[in-house]
Nanobody, 123 residues
Framework: QVQLEESGGGLVQAGGSLRLSCVASGRTFKNYAMGWFRQGPGKERDFVATVSWTGSVTGYVDSVKGRFTISRDNAKNTVYLQMYSLKPEDTGVYYC????????????????WGQGTQVTVSS
């Protein structure tokens, strides 16, 4: 079992930045690929970014490439999502997720989920 807790969300103006953190506890964090997903108002939960357990492989949805960076610190059991140049369409609840395998863009492939942190970008 892996427990995940996100933090770092908030209200920011368009063009601003935020850094989300997700702390894992339970099983060995370093054996898990991690992902960030977001769910906007009235929308489905969509893929944002993923990182392998080594941190050497990353993937992003096209809409955030060049603006968001996913990283992890296995010594701290933490995965980060650094977000720059935020846009109103980035608004939503951001969830981190873990899967005991390689990276994936599909929410169905992830085994564990956090409760989410709200990100609101005002125009």
């Amino acid at each position: 079992q892996v427990q995940l807790e996100e933090s770092g969300g908030g209200l920011v103006q368009a063009g601003g930045s935020l850094r989300l953190s997700c702390v894992a506890s339970g099983r060995t964090f370093k054996n898990y690929a991690m992902g960030w997903f977001r769910q906007g108002p009235g929308k489905e939960r969509d893929f944002v970014a993923t990182v392998s357990w080594t941190g050497s492989v990353t993937g992003y949805v096209d809409s955030v490439k060049g603006r968001f960076t996913i990283s992890r610190d296995n010594a701290k059991n933490t995965v980060y999502l650094q977000m720059y140049s935020l846009k109103p369409e980035d608004t939503g609840v951001y969830y981190c997720a873990a899967r005991r395998s390689g990276t994936s863009e599909s929410a169905d492939d992830y085994d564990y989920w956090g409760q989410g942190t709200q990100v609101t970008v005002s125009s």
